[in-house]
C-alpha cells in the first residue's frame, strides 16, 4: 500500500535549522566538528516519531544523537520533540539508511540502536531486513573500538535471524532477552511502538552485539 504524505510536512521539516542537518554528506568523518561539544555519537534507525531517541538524549547529556528516518512527516514529529525539550545533543538526518556509508566514515561512531524494523518476512526479501549479514558489515566499519548495535523488535522471528546474523558477523552477544517487559533490566527506554506493543501483552525482544577488538 503507498504512503500517503501530509501535505506541508516536507516544508515545515526543512524550517527546523537547528534539529535536521539537511546535507549529511558534507558531515562525513566529521561529525564530531558538528555538535556543539565532542562527545561520543550514538545513532538510531528508523527513529519514527522520535520518543525514544529524545528520551535518551535528555537523559544523556553526554552524549551526542543521530536519528535517521526517510519518512518525513513522521520525522517531523520527532524534531518537533527535540525542539520542544531544547535539546542541543541530538539532530535528525531524513535519509535513507540503505546510503550511510554516505554519511559516516570509519570508526566514527559509538552505538547504532535498531528498533522495530520492518521485518520483511519473506525470505527473498531477507537482504532487507536491517539486521541481515550485509547492513551489519558496515554498520561495523562505522563503529569504533567496542562499539554496539542495540536491537529490539517484536517478531520472534526475526529476532532469532538477527541473532544468527550478529554471530555470523563476530559481534559478541550479550543481554540478550526473549521478553523484556518481564525481565529484571532497569532504565529500559522505549519507543512508541514498544508502549503499544507491551500494553497488548505482547513480548518485546532484546539483544546486544558489541563488535570485537
Known sequence: MRRRKK??????LLTHELHLCKEP???KGHWQGYFLE??????????????FITTLAAKHPD???????????ILLKAVEKA?????????FLWYDVN???QVFAEGELNRIYINFCDPWPKARMAKRRLTHRNFIEKYKTFMGEQG???FKTDNEKLFEFSLNEFAACDLRLKNIIFDLHQSDMKDNT???YEDKFAAMGMKIYRCEGRKRN
Open 7 to 12: 501535505p506541508g510536512a516536507k516544508e515545515k
Open 63 to 73: 552524549i551526542n544523537f543521530i536519528g535517521i528516518e526517510i519518512k518525513e512527516e
Open 83 to 91: 525542539v520542544a525539550q531544547g535539546l542541543r545533543n541530538v539532530t
Open 190 to 192: 522505549t519507543t512508541e
Open 25 to 27: 554528506e558534507k558531515y
Open 99 to 101: 546510503k550511510l556509508d
Open 148 to 150: 554496539e548495535i542495540h
Open 38 to 51: 565532542k562527545k561520543p555519537i550514538h545513532v538510531e534507525l528508523g527513529t519514527g516519531r522520535g520518543q
